[in-house]
């Protein structure tokens, strides 16, 4: 077993803190309560995993992170602090002066990331416009992190264009750019999507190592929970746009208290060690999130539920330390009458 | 009789800049799939399993005429359909259908679900009316109100779905479904094979799946064959080889697809690098610049079919060989 970070939650504080956060969408059909009330806390040289299924809000709460919501995304509550700053109301040169600084983000898409017009020296070396080096210096840094990514042979590779490049070298390249800023939180939103299962597992160990390496902290979006219980050191579970369960790798994949989390690690066929020709799936469908519902997010879809979860909505109950959940099962003063 | 027999399978591809490659007195075009064999019976359902470039969707392209053989036969339901005349040819293609990679993507955006499903009658000049569309629909396990909707209108398991009820509207009795599942999140996922196994359950049809997800395999397949390089390098039932993969590339490709247990973290990649350009193949087994196994004579010797344990794989260095029962 191989352990991740030498750091505990509690001795290094969090390097960005999501506080109540909510973001609303305008769109045609009405407003879209995409994130409600999500607080979180991505913790100094650590590894997040933000897991969910498509429109939980993983995506909009990691594009936040980074200032890169769609125009009609409007911050309606909360904030995001990092350092003495709130993210949440940065305005367009505040959030240039943080990107590709303090912030660095990999994408879903390693072809469309790269621009296909221009060789991977060059936007190697674009990437480090604000560092006052020379030419040939930035350079000599593009093939020392292209190393880095184990490209080999990488000062060829700096003549080539993305098209010449496999998904998986084009994918380490992306790493490489990001990791060329040196950032205190690297964003990784579904990076391995769109790769083989062999590549995926070469790139969850790059980054591993890497983030061993640089230090930074990851929060890495996904929704593939083996790559989670591979990288992450902490993991956070997001319905319907609320944060529902949140706690470590440990806790969440062996001790998981919310009815979702259960129901999504009871979904993945690569826990079902005998071959079933009846997998179990979670029935029902996302609520209308123009029209959240008053309780309980989940309840619709929930085995457990019962009457408080259709009119109270649950806080996050405190399971253990450093573990919560947003189900009225977990309340102490629940079963007492 | 097996209903699908595919001998000797070869396809060919040109290649780009084959003017150059003349010239250079090379080869104008490149195999993308090697002496491929295999049968699959009526009602029994295979894998075909390999990284992105092993050929794998090249063979299904080929069952279904979008792609011409090289050289090779595959008879189905008897008849041979690499030498059949148009008509005959359309007679057979007629019982086999496809279900493609991207669900929404492969669905017209400006039809309606009703003419979706029921497009595929009026080209071979059945009718397709309402109430066609809702018993497909239904055997899809979509509500029949979905009949005036668009494509956009749907969420990816719902497009799947009609995916699904679109493949089955001409009774097939050969489904090919590529990548089934890909895109779609885990509990949907799960809605899929369930419903292909409960279709397959009531129909009997034959499905063959290409994947690279073994997890699907595992839960869907009886037997399964591992493509590398336009190669199969392992074949045969699918319980014998997740218990005792026998080619060190099956046993990559099983460490790859990580059980969710923190505990259980794999200190290293099961596997490094990529798969090489089939333009420029490696000598002997063509796996050996990647396997951790390799021997030297694997870089010299082409490794030939072995046989044991109900299975067939090419290595000459065969995993787990003392476990199984060998003959």
């Given at each position: 077993?191989?352990?991740?970070?030498?750091?505990?939650?509690?001795?290094?504080?969090?390097?960005?803190?999501?506080?109540?956060?909510?973001?609303?969408?305008?769109?045609?059909?009405?407003?879209?309560?995409?994130?409600?009330?999500?607080?979180?806390?991505?913790?100094?040289?650590?590894?997040?995993?933000?897991?969910?299924?498509?429109?939980?809000?993983?995506?909009t709460l990691a594009y936040s992170l980074i200032g890169l919501l769609a125009?009609?995304?409007?911050?309606?509550?909360?904030?995001?602090?990092?350092?003495?700053?709130?993210?949440?109301?940065?305005n367009a040169a505040g959030w240039r002066d943080?990107?590709?600084?303090?912030?660095?983000?990999?994408?879903?898409?390693?072809?469309?990331?790269l621009n296909p017009v221009l060789n991977i020296g060059r936007q190697m070396i674009d990437i480090q416009y604000r560092e006052s080096l020379s030419k040939a210096e930035k350079r000599a840094r593009a093939i020392e992190f292209l190393g880095q990514v184990q490209i080999p042979d990488p000062a060829a590779r700096l003549d080539v264009y993305p098209h010449q490049l496999s998904g998986g070298m084009r994918q380490r390249v992306c790493i490489a750019m990001a990791l060329l800023t040196r950032p205190d939180l690297l964003i990784a939103d579904e990076p391995t999507t769109a790769l083989d299962a062999t590549l995926e597992m070469q790139i969850v160990d790059l980054l591993r190592e890497l983030q061993q390496r640089f230090g930074c902290a990851v929060l890495f979006v996904s929704h593939h929970l083996g790559t989670v219980a591979e990288l992450c050191d902490d993991v956070a579970v997001m319905y319907a746009g609320e944060m529902v369960e949140k706690g470590s790798a440990r806790q969440i994949f062996h001790h998981p208290q919310h009815p979702y989390t259960q129901a999504l690690l009871a979904c993945d066929p690569a826990r079902i060690g005998i071959a079933t020709r009846q997998l179990p799936t979670i029935p029902g469908s996302l609520p209308d999130l123009r029209r959240p519902p008053v309780g309980c997010a989940f309840r619709a879809r929930c085995p457990q539920a019962w009457g408080r979860c259709a009119s109270d909505h649950p806080p996050l109950y405190v399971a253990q330390t450093h573990h919560g959940a947003r189900c009225h099962l977990l309340n102490p003063e629940e079963g007492k009458t | 009789m097996s209903l699908l027999e595919v001998d000797k399978l070869y396809i060919r591809y040109p290649r780009q800049g084959r003017i150059a490659a003349a010239l250079r007195g090379e080869p104008h075009d490149f195999e993308a799939v090697r002496d491929v064999s295999f049968t699959l019976e009526a009602g029994r359902t295979l894998g075909?399993?390999?990284?992105?470039?092993?050929?794998?969707?090249?063979?299904?392209?080929?069952?279904?005429?979008?792609?011409?053989?090289?050289s090779g036969s595959i008879v189905f339901a008897g008849s041979d359909m690499v030498r059949a005349s148009g008509r005959e040819w359309a007679r057979l293609r007629r019982q086999m259908s496809m279900m493609w990679q991207d669900p929404?993507?492969?669905?017209?955006?400006?039809?309606?679900?009703?003419?979706?499903?029921?497009?595929?009658?009026?080209?071979?000049?059945?009718?397709?009316?309402?109430?066609?569309?809702?018993?497909?629909?239904?055997?899809?396990?979509?509500?029949?109100?979905?009949?005036?909707?668009?494509?956009?209108?749907?969420?990816?398991?719902?497009?799947?779905?009609?995916?699904?009820?679109?493949?089955?509207?001409?009774?097939?009795?050969?489904?090919?479904?590529?990548?089934?599942?890909?895109?779609?999140?885990?509990?949907?996922?799960?809605?899929?094979?369930?419903?292909?196994?409960?279709?397959?359950?009531?129909?009997?049809?034959?499905?063959?799946?290409?994947?690279?997800?073994?997890?699907?395999?595992?839960?869907?397949?009886?037997?399964?064959?591992?493509?590398?390089?336009?190669?199969?390098?392992?074949?045969?039932?699918?319980?014998?080889?997740?218990?005792?993969?026998?080619?060190?590339?099956?046993?990559?490709?099983?460490?790859?697809?990580?059980?969710?247990?923190?505990?259980?973290?794999?200190?290293?990649?099961?596997l490094t690098g990529e798969v090489p350009s089939p333009l420029n193949r490696p000598t002997g087994c063509e796996f050996h610049p990647r396997c951790p196994h390799a021997h030297p004579d694997c870089a010299s010797q082409i490794p030939q079919w072995a046989r044991g344990d109900e299975r067939r794989y090419r290595c000459h260095y065969p995993l787990n060989v003392s476990i199984g029962a060998e003959v």
């Open positions: 077993m191989a352990l991740t970070g030498n750091t505990t939650a509690a001795d290094a504080g969090p390097l960005v803190a999501i506080d109540s956060l909510s973001v609303d969408f305008d769109t045609a059909g009405g407003t879209v309560h995409a994130l409600r009330d999500v607080s979180l806390e991505v913790q100094k040289g650590r590894v997040l995993g933000l897991v969910g299924e498509s429109g939980c809000g993983k995506s125009d009609n995304a409007r911050v309606v509550n909360g904030a995001i602090r990092m350092g003495d700053r709130d993210l949440a109301g940065l943080l990107r590709g600084r303090r912030i660095a983000m990999i994408f879903q898409d390693p072809m469309t990331a | 075909l399993v390999g990284e992105s470039g092993s050929g794998k969707s090249t063979v299904a392209r080929t069952l279904l005429g979008l792609k011409r053989a090289h929404v993507g492969s669905l017209s955006p400006r039809l309606t679900v009703k003419s979706l499903v029921t497009e595929p009658l009026r080209i071979h000049g059945r009718r397709g009316g309402r109430a066609e569309a809702e018993r497909l629909l239904e055997m899809a396990g979509l509500p029949k109100e979905f009949v005036g909707r668009y494509p956009h209108q749907l969420s990816g398991g719902q497009a799947r779905r009609v995916g699904v009820a679109r493949a089955l509207a001409l009774d097939p009795v050969l489904l090919v479904a590529d990548e089934p599942t890909a895109g779609l999140d885990m509990s949907v996922q799960g809605e899929v094979l369930n419903l292909l196994n409960d279709v397959q359950r009531r129909t009997g049809v034959a499905m063959l799946i290409i994947t690279h997800n073994l997890n699907l395999v595992r839960h869907v397949t009886d037997s399964m064959a591992i493509m590398y390089l336009g190669r199969f390098v392992e074949q045969g039932p699918t319980d014998a080889i997740f218990a005792h993969p026998r080619h060190p590339y099956t046993e990559a490709l099983l460490a790859a697809n990580p059980e969710p247990d923190p505990d259980k973290r794999h200190d290293s990649p099961s």
